[in-house]
């Protein structure tokens, strides 16, 4: 199948600066890629030259058309929320179904309204009188119930407390995710998507850092925990990262033989979050 | 399309709606103040038995003369609230980061801006419209018991001679006509409205203003005398409405002056203000409506190209 996405040398300035910097990217169909990235890496103008919300230099095809200039014919088969609570605040909850419908042709009103029925939402309340992970909830509902082949998902639960947030990608994964469909997500909570990623790409300072599926990550990183005693044998072999917790050291290797690190201590696979911090830790 | 009603319900539907209820809430506070000055409807019989001795054209003529006129208080509320809805229109939802919303639907950009002039052109001018028909028939049941209530035929007296389907006929037709006339304005709103970074209003008014003061500096330095300005030219613009605005003298085809309703203010002579369709057409048709339209254009693809750029920052 063809990719998703993919871009060549794709490029975007905001005055000198670079905000995505000469980036190559291929993304294959019935993924599940998260985004992750700090502050101003680039991420949310990836993603927008992506939905062809702003004009970009290089080479970019989503679903094998351009975004710049077939946007209208795109967003039938994309779907994205960018950002929490982004649903105009005066419109009824019944008015977003009937919106939705009438714009997109497969619009599933059934399968939103049993989303629906399953929260505290009343279907003539208006957005404003909604709290915050209640707009969430129903703009997932919205998007669950397109039948589009890719989704979009811009930090979609910043801000929201952590029942919310479990929910939310426990019904993504549940209801919407399947083979046919794309999804990409970017959020600082790393830790508690890491589970339903197939891949993963960091983003710093408009550069792709890392680019892998998770199997890759688990293949390539090796987290060390061993003593003081063994510390200086462990920095011996070149870790990426290293940290200390509870008296016990932790040093991250990649592309090292598990075998040469069995003596030292205990192995194990390394977590998003601790890659992520070794990952943009380095060379700073 | 249903998004601009349901977003603007307010203005749209329940403006007119005060606005016919103020109306009629006039009308009854005139007649209680008349009837404690005067109890036995003195004037008010008197009035009418002058009234009857008066020609029957020319009383069907009073009466559809100030169902017109009483539009233009109608259209001078439409045009603030058109005004405020151009300017809105595709600044609010940048401002509430909806426009990512929006976005994220297959509708065309194209699309929205259409729905959105279609809005201003047509849906706001036909829902005060129909308000305004039903402001007047009430008024008449009200000024029609009065007059039975004073022993005297209303029907025969002024409602019959009367001409409403004509008065609410030119009435609309010189709305849609101002619609069209009021394009180039409409574009700017919008112009303004897509990329006003804040305070629309601001950014609305604020240039012509500027223009002109420039524009009458330099003619000033060039030879002391003050030139056409662009305030001026919005000025002229408006005072040649196709619409009923106010009343004025005008001099008909055989040289007599009457007292009627106006097409604009007539304030200056380029175009004929009596309320005739022909008077309506003779400005569409206009050189002014041909630059006026070009304006409009340039305007609305400057609205397309920088919507298509909009999100939320």
Not at chain 2, 100 to 113: E, H, M, V, Y
Request: glycine fraction near 6%.
């Amino acid at each position: 199948m063809n990719a998703v996405i993919s871009a060549h040398n794709l490029s975007k300035k905001y005055g000198k600066q670079y905000a995505v910097n000469h980036v190559d990217l291929e993304i294959k169909p019935g993924r599940i890629v998260g985004l992750i990235g700090p502050n101003g890496a680039g991420k949310t103008t990836l993603l927008k030259a992506i939905l062809g919300l702003t004009p970009f230099e290089g080479e970019l095809r989503v679903l094998g058309l351009d975004p710049s200039s077939n946007r209208d014919e795109l967003m039938e088969q994309i779907s994205f929320i960018a950002d929490v609570a982004v649903l105009p605040g005066w419109i009824k909850v019944w008015q977003t179904l009937d919106v939705v419908a009438g714009i997109h042709s497969n619009f599933n009103r059934d399968k939103c309204l049993g989303f629906l029925s399953k929260t505290k939402i009343g279907m003539q309340k208006k957005v404003k009188e909604l709290s915050k992970g209640m707009i969430a909830q129903l703009h997932l509902a919205l998007v669950m119930s397109i039948d589009a082949k890719f989704l979009v998902l811009d930090e979609p639960t910043l801000g929201l407390d952590i029942l919310y947030r479990k929910t939310f990608y426990t019904n993504l994964l549940n209801y919407y995710f399947d083979e046919g469909k794309t999804i990409i997500i970017t959020t600082h909570q790393v830790e508690e998507i890491e589970h339903i990623l197939t891949d993963l790409i960091f983003i710093r300072e408009g550069k792709i850092v890392l680019d892998s599926s998770m199997e890759e990550v688990s293949r390539d990183y090796i987290e060390l925990m061993t003593s003081a005693e063994n510390a200086t044998a462990a920095r011996a072999l070149q870790p990426l990262n290293e940290t200390t917790s509870f008296g016990k050291h932790i040093f991250l290797f990649s592309d090292i033989p598990q075998s040469s690190l069995k003596e030292l201590g205990e192995t194990r696979t390394p977590n998003v979050a601790d890659l992520f911090v070794a990952i943009m830790g380095e060379n700073q | 399309m249903v998004r601009e009603y349901w977003e603007n319900k307010g203005a749209f539907r329940n403006t007119p709606i005060i606005l016919g209820l103020i109306t009629i809430g006039f009308m009854l506070m005139g007649i209680t103040v008349q009837t404690q000055f005067d109890h036995n409807d003195f004037t008010f019989r008197e009035g009418l038995r002058f009234l009857a001795t008066q020609p029957e054209d020319l009383r069907g003529m009073y009466v559809t003369q100030s169902m017109m006129a009483l539009s233009s208080f109608f259209i001078s509320i439409m045009s603030i609230v058109t005004f405020f809805y151009l300017l809105g229109a595709l600044y609010d939802d940048r401002k509430d980061k909806s426009i990512l919303f929006w976005k994220s639907l297959p509708a065309s950009d194209t699309l929205t801006i259409a729905s959105k002039l279609f809005s201003a052109m047509f849906v706001i001018p036909l829902m005060f419209w129909a308000t305004l028909i039903v402001t007047q028939i009430v008024l008449m049941i009200i000024g029609m018991l009065m007059i039975w209530n004073a022993d005297q035929s209303a029907w025969g007296l002024l409602f019959g001679p009367a001409q409403p389907l004509k008065a609410w006929g030119i009435v609309i037709a010189g709305w849609l006509a101002n619609s069209i006339w009021m394009l180039p304005l409409y574009g700017w709103l919008l112009l303004v409205s897509v990329k006003a970074p804040k305070v629309p209003m601001l950014f609305a008014i604020l240039p012509p203003i500027l223009l002109s003061i420039l524009q009458a500096w330099i003619g000033f330095l060039q030879n002391f005398k003050m030139p056409e300005s662009a305030v001026g030219v919005i000025k002229d613009w408006l005072v040649n409405s196709p619409a009923i605005l106010a009343g004025g003298m005008h001099e008909n085809s055989t040289g007599e002056t009457t007292i009627s309703v106006s097409l604009g203010v007539s304030l200056d002579s380029g175009f004929d203000h009596a309320p005739t369709l022909t008077n309506m057409v003779t400005r569409l048709v206009s050189m002014e409506m041909l630059y006026g339209l070009l304006v409009a254009a340039a305007f609305l693809s400057l609205t397309l190209w920088f919507r298509r750029r909009a999100t939320d920052s």
